[in-house]
């Protein structure tokens, strides 16, 4: 059953009003968003799998050839993408991040791929990566050197962007280690941001610019989303549940200045999905992908599409989570109750639908209930006077219709989280 979806299904005349209501909510979010980097791109939060967080620097492919970075893994990922799913499921960015570059820059001056391990070149691995129907990523840095010590883009940014505009390439992702002040910095983030538009080609650009300025600075967000698609705030995910939580911890402490700028063409990103790999159980990737989506997060995985369990694949292929996640409105949610170890966050959607999930924090014990009136959702409006209930995740469940003065109770395993679908009538 994984995939499907036990929803009920309408019948053609409401599903044309539901078209045509998705068509005004979306045609009044993209002119509400008219702030936005104006590339076009990124209208629903991107979707697809970058190396870093499953494969960091491997460079020793003597010694470990299935899982250095080289062509030949992101050929094998392509693979696996268009072949079990993934793409058609939504994943269409295959991501480079840093370590794929010979050390020094060719005697032009231009950026060139570690010979040993892109013997075809990035030219060649993008044109397969698009046969495959997929757009593929890769990584730069806006200092002297990437964070991992490679060349890094800085007096460079022209030439970087139209070489990778030359090669093929669909997002960049530009990182922030190395330059030398907070200046330069900033300058770097917008100078490549016009760089990328002038070459022409259709390039997803994702920052890291408020990462790195937060320590010293309270980052400018509407002018970060001018020149970006997606800005990463916070640390880097690792593949552990104490990760998860400080993400979700830090998103929660910080939802009045973030959540209001998120939008079509621009979103926080608050780092890979991690599900599929060693660190998290089921409850806790149940928490991921439906926090990631209530988050409306970019949803790039790093893992193994070679190695994954039929769980982790279902999960992170589930129609109805990716729905939200990728929902038009394009609106970020937010925490609304924190309620001893119980959080209670809400997603504002299309047609005037909400997403709830409810998330238990306890790290003891089994299964535990959390009860709360309909009345807290959607600011009084999400079930006035009726709606009725979908469960999503852990599994799909109809939970039939609720009048506005009812109580909810959500049995949630410890760490886990439900995610809910609440539909006006
Ligand atoms: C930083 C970024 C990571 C990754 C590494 C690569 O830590 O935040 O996502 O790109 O650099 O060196």
């Avoid at 299935?66 to 058609?88: I, K, P």
Wanted: proline fraction near 5%; aromatic fraction near 12%.
């Amino acid at each position: 059953r994984c995939g499907l979806s036990s929803f009920p299904r309408r019948g053609g005349a409401m599903a044309a009003v539901r078209w045509m209501l998705r068509w005004v909510v979306a045609a009044a979010a993209a002119v509400a968003a008219v702030l936005a980097l104006d590339n076009g791109l990124a209208r629903t939060p991107p979707m697809g799998w970058l190396h870093w967080e499953r494969f960091l620097c491997g460079t020793d492919c003597a010694a470990d050839p299935h899982r250095c970075v080289s062509e030949q893994l992101f050929m094998e990922m392509a693979d696996r993408m268009a072949a079990e799913g993934w793409r058609d499921a939504g994943y269409e960015f295959i991501c480079i991040d840093d370590c794929w570059m010979a050390p020094t820059r060719d005697k032009h001056g231009r950026l060139q791929a570690d010979p040993k391990r892109f013997p075809s070149g990035i030219r060649k691995l993008a044109d397969y990566v698009h046969s495959k129907g997929l757009k593929l990523g890769i990584y730069s840095d806006v200092g002297n050197k990437t964070c991992a010590g490679f060349p890094g883009s800085y007096n460079h940014y022209d030439l970087d962007a139209q070489t990778f505009a030359s090669w093929g390439v669909d997002l960049l992702k530009f990182d922030g280690c190395n330059s030398d002040s907070l200046d330069l910095l900033a300058e770097g983030y917008r100078h490549m941001s016009l760089a990328l538009n002038n070459t022409g080609r259709s390039i997803v650009y994702s920052c890291e610019w408020p990462f790195y300025l937060r320590p010293v600075q309270q980052p400018n967000y509407t002018e970060i989303k001018q020149y970006c698609n997606h800005w990463r705030n916070f640390y880097d995910v690792y593949d552990s549940w104490s990760s998860i939580k400080s993400i979700l911890d830090w998103t929660a402490l910080h939802q009045d200045t973030i959540v209001k700028i998120a939008g079509p063409g621009g979103w926080n990103d608050p780092d890979m999905l991690v599900i599929g790999n060693f660190g998290l159980s089921w409850d806790q990737s149940v928490t991921q992908m439906a926090m990631w989506a209530i988050m409306a997060a970019p949803l790039f995985m790093s893992n193994d599409l070679r190695h994954i369990s039929p769980e982790a694949k279902c999960l992170l292929q589930n129609k109805e989570v990716i729905a939200i996640n990728q929902d038009p409105l394009g609106k970020q949610g937010y925490q609304l109750i924190k309620d001893k170890n119980f959080q209670l966050w809400e997603r504002p959607l299309s047609g005037r639908a909400y997403a709830v999930a409810v998330l238990n924090h306890q790290e003891i014990g089994g299964p535990q209930n959390f009860t709360f009136s309909l009345t807290f959702l959607g600011n009084g409006l999400a079930c006035n006077p009726a709606c009725s209930i979908q469960q999503v995740l852990p599994v799909s469940r109809d939970w039939g219709v609720y009048s506005w003065l009812s109580s909810l109770s959500v049995e949630v395993n410890p760490t886990g989280t439900v995610l809910l679908k609440v539909l006006p009538l």
